[in-house]
């Protein structure tokens, strides 16, 4: 497509089950990134793909958090035993090449935890 | 490390004025930087970036003022439109990982009255 694409975009969990939430990228795009927004806040960073390579998981805030991109297009991000405070906007970016690239953002997966 | 923010959380302008929208920032080492416009329900849409080697960039009826002696940047709306009702954000690159990740400011809102 032309865009960022992400799925699903509504998902409601019960505490402690595992959710995965899916990005497909632009086509050709070598940089994939995820971000978390809160209601009122601006997106953070969580993590950060380089093709197949995960370069940077700073942002990934416990180890119930685990992202991965195998064969360097589509991406997943998953949740295990999920908490009330995991409830937010889970947004994927793309960008041609690293560094000093523009983000293009996917209309992100709204999780709410029950 | 770097925090972008910004000075206004609501703005408020008739349809037809110019808007302006501020954003400070903190990590002098950022370069690059970058305006997003949020609508409800979506993810963040590019609107414009600049680099630290320009002071200004213009687009079309926007135009992206960068002052790296202050480290404030702004946005600024020519005959602003109830279409640019949203949030906007400003967000800086982070190279405090390895690749660069953008920092986002909490958001401004803006309002077109018709």
């Known amino acids: 497509g032309a865009g960022v694409s992400q799925s699903p975009r509504y998902k409601v969990a019960k505490r402690g089950q595992d959710v995965a939430l899916r990005c497909d990228p632009i086509?050709?795009?070598?940089?994939l990134f995820w971000y978390q927004q809160a209601l009122g806040q601006g997106p953070e960073f969580l993590t950060y793909?380089?093709?197949?390579?995960?370069?940077?998981k700073s942002g990934l805030p416990s180890d119930r958090f685990f992202a991965e991109r195998p064969e360097g297009s589509v991406s997943t991000l998953k949740i295990q035993r999920t908490q009330q405070e995991d409830s937010a906007v889970y947004l994927c970016?793309?960008?041609?090449?690293?560094?000093?690239?523009?983000?293009?953002f996917g209309d992100g997966t709204r999780l709410s935890i029950l | 490390g770097e925090s972008v923010g910004l000075h206004l959380p609501t703005l408020s302008v008739q349809e037809g004025d110019n808007s302006i929208i501020n954003c400070a920032y903190s990590?002098?080492?950022?370069?690059?930087f970058i305006w997003y416009k949020q609508e409800s329900g979506k993810g963040p849409q590019f609107i414009i970036d600049?680099?630290?080697?320009?002071d200004k960039r213009q687009g079309q009826r926007v135009t992206v003022l960068l002052n790296k002696t202050v480290k404030h940047l702004s946005l600024q709306i020519a005959a602003t439109q109830p279409g640019d009702s949203a949030v906007y954000f400003c967000?800086?690159?982070?190279?405090?990982?390895?690749?660069?990740?953008?920092?986002f400011g909490k958001g401004t809102k803006l309002s077109v009255k018709p």
């Open positions: 970016a793309s960008s041609l090449l690293s560094g000093n690239q523009p983000q293009h």
């Open positions: 990590n002098s080492a950022s370069d690059y």
């Open positions: 086509s050709g795009h070598v940089s």
């Open positions: 793909f380089q093709n197949e390579a995960q370069l940077d």
């Open positions: 967000a800086g690159m982070n190279y405090g990982g390895s690749q660069g990740n953008l920092i």
């Open positions: 600049i680099r630290s080697n320009m």
